[in-house]
């Protein structure tokens, strides 16, 4: 089997890419009587070989980014013991994995795409994932409402039962003479109507409550109640430390959508990735920031937005994982002003 394949099937590695990363680090199998290196990730070994990785970081967290935010919150000696954390553009999970690694209570990852976050991050009581969200257009009720949403029973209209009687003509025996034919159990127009609609879709609604502080008030409908063990989860839309990863988007146009998101001892630590701060004539090929000057104007950009929105800029610094196109990329780290 392949070694990158290997890996993956072991559990080592969250993904093929993770499994590369690992192999370039150090990998070795044993034969029964020496230890043979692994030079390539398509170099076969036998399914039941024992296998060392020499370097297993990459396999820390389901994604490097995880290993990209270990080093920023180590960096800064922050502490998210039980803190409840907003994690934008969540994508596989590496920030959640990070996040909930070291201590978070609970972790609500935003993401505009499906199906990208890690099964054993989706299966985490401690996860709430929140998909098709476009965090450029976040706002805490939109946030708030989509939360109760991934949390509640997707109720549908239950089956319609009507099994086909086991003989449906037998009132017609005798040569389509009507003879022992009984129509007092049979249903009439309002039953079937009924029916209708519910074999149509239209009855498929939970009944509706009334609030009860607004007498006489037009009734609403309140969301669905949620899944079985999902009562204690916080959906209120405050947070101990926003972060981010995102990409094709300048932070910039998503920061004034956090903001109203955090309190005065609230934090915020996202990840800068110049290339997506840039204007297209100004990033090289294969996208590629090769003008050291841009990292610069990057910074002032952003840290001009912070002070815009009444952020206060505590940190800037490189991140000590380089992007995967091998882009430097930094961190941003603020509060709300007066904090």
């Given amino acids: 089997m392949r070694a990158d394949q290997l890996l993956v099937e072991r559990g080592l ?12 680090g150090g990998m070795r199998w044993f034969d029964g009587i020496k230890w043979r290196d692994v030079a390539k990730n398509k ?45 934008v553009g969540q994508s596989t999970g590496g920030f959640t994995d990070c996040l909930l690694q070291a201590g978070a209570a609970q972790v609500t990852g935003v993401d505009v795409g499906h199906g990208q976050l890690h099964p054993k991050l989706r299966s985490d009581l401690r996860v709430l994932c929140v998909e098709g969200l476009n965090a450029r257009s976040l706002t805490p009720e939109s946030l708030q409402e989509a939360c109760e949403m ?3 029973e997707h109720w549908e209209p239950p089956a319609v039962d009507d099994p086909e009687p086991e003989a449906p003509y037998s009132w017609m025996r ?16 309002a039953e079937v109507e009924a029916h209708i609609a519910q ?12 609030d009860p502080a607004a007498e006489g008030a037009a009734v609403h409908q309140r969301p669905n109640r949620r899944k079985p063990g999902l009562d204690g989860v916080d959906t209120d839309p405050e947070f101990d430390l926003v972060t981010g990863d995102v990409s094709f988007i300048s932070l910039t146009l998503i920061l004034p959508a956090l ?3 955090l309190n005065p001892d609230s934090r915020l630590l996202m990840l800068v990735k110049p290339q997506f701060e840039l204007q297209p004539g100004q990033v090289g090929k294969g996208g590629i920031v090769r003008d050291e000057a841009l990292y610069g104007v990057v910074e002032a950009r952003l840290r001009q937005c912070c002070a ?23 961190f941003i780290f603020a509060k709300t002003s007066g904090a």
């Fill in 259 to 261: 903001v109203p998101l």
């Fill in 199 to 210: 074999a149509t879709g239209k009855v498929n609604a939970r009944p509706l409550e009334a």
């Fill in 150 to 152: 991934v949390l509640s």
């Fill in 308 to 330: 815009e929105l009444g952020l206060e800029v505590l940190d800037w610094f490189d991140s000590a994982v380089v992007g995967g196109d091998g882009n430097r990329e930094y």
């Fill in 13 to 24: 590695a969250a993904s093929r890419s993770q499994a590369v990363r690992l192999i370039t």
């Fill in 43 to 87: 170099d076969d070994i036998p399914t039941d070989a024992k296998i060392e990785l020499l370097d297993d970081a990459e396999a820390r967290y389901v994604s490097r980014g995880g290993l990209k935010l270990e080093a920023a919150l180590k960096h800064l000696g922050l502490d998210v013991t039980d803190c409840k954390v907003l994690d």
């Fill in 174 to 189: 005798g040569g389509g003479e009507v003879t022992d034919y009984d129509d007092s159990d049979d249903a009439d127009d």
